[in-house]
């Protein structure tokens, strides 16, 4: 059963980069999934930020693809998000997540609070 | 970017009662969508992907149905333990997006 585990600072000065890593156990990153960021600001709905594959290829949400950057680690089984010139707006939990093909994003990870504060 | 609006925002309704959802995209997705409960304080889950197809181990009361642009999740029954905000998402290109939510409540 894969599992997901989200780990960071939970506190971020504007202007600073937010960096993210994910943990993936029970299952091998390199198998056939992407494996995705996705954020929800309090009391808000779900945005996709962006997603990965094993080899590297990368897909962004256009919206933040001028300061996001998804990157693997295969060795140690996990990927992770770093967010440049951050403001208060992204402020979020911030889940990791596996994606299947046709099959929906699945497994979450438990959700991680990042407040962008000075 | 494809847009999934999804309706309605909220809707109270009793235990017993069958509950629709519905989300809409902006362009022909075929069958990529996924329908997702997130429970207070808890990370979103999924409940039937490509359209119609129920995940393992959630209840059969919960079903889906469309393809194209028009989508509907359906709760046969509900229950109590199915107050929570339903998200639809479409998966069939990137960007990914999500439809705005939808709250249901007893």
């Known amino acids: 059963q894969v599992q997901l585990q989200e780990s960071g600072p939970g506190l971020v000065k504007p202007s600073g980069t937010l960096s993210l890593t994910c943990v993936v156990s029970g299952g091998s990153i390199s198998a056939s999934n992407w494996w995705s960021w996705v954020r929800q600001p309090p009391g808000k709905g779900l945005e996709w930020i962006g997603e990965i594959y094993h080899s590297g290829n990368t897909h962004y949400n256009p919206s933040l693809k001028s300061r996001v950057t998804i990157s693997v680690d295969k060795s140690k089984n996990q990927f992770s998000v770093k967010l440049t010139s951050v403001t208060a707006a992204d402020t979020a939990v911030y889940y990791c997540?596996?994606?299947?093909?046709?099959?929906?994003?699945?497994?979450w990870g438990q959700g991680t609070l990042v407040t962008v504060s000075s | 970017d494809i847009q999934v609006t999804q309706s309605p925002s909220s809707l109270s309704a009793s235990v017993g009662d069958r509950v629709t959802i519905t989300c809409r995209a902006s362009?022909?997705?075929?069958?990529?969508l996924s329908w997702y409960h997130q429970k207070q304080g808890q990370a979103p889950t999924l409940l039937i992907y490509?359209?119609?197809t129920l995940q393992s181990g959630v209840p059969s009361r919960f079903s889906g149905s469309g393809s194209g642009t028009d989508f509907t999740l359906t709760i046969s029954s509900l229950q109590p333990e199915d107050v929570a905000t339903y998200y639809c998402?479409?998966?069939?290109?990137?960007?990914?997006?999500f439809g705005g939510g939808t709250k249901v409540e007893i």
């Open positions: 998402l479409q998966d069939y290109t990137t960007p990914l997006t």
């Open positions: 362009q022909v997705i075929a069958d990529g």
């Open positions: 997540a596996r994606v299947g093909a046709t099959t929906g994003i699945d497994p």
């Open positions: 490509s359209a119609s």
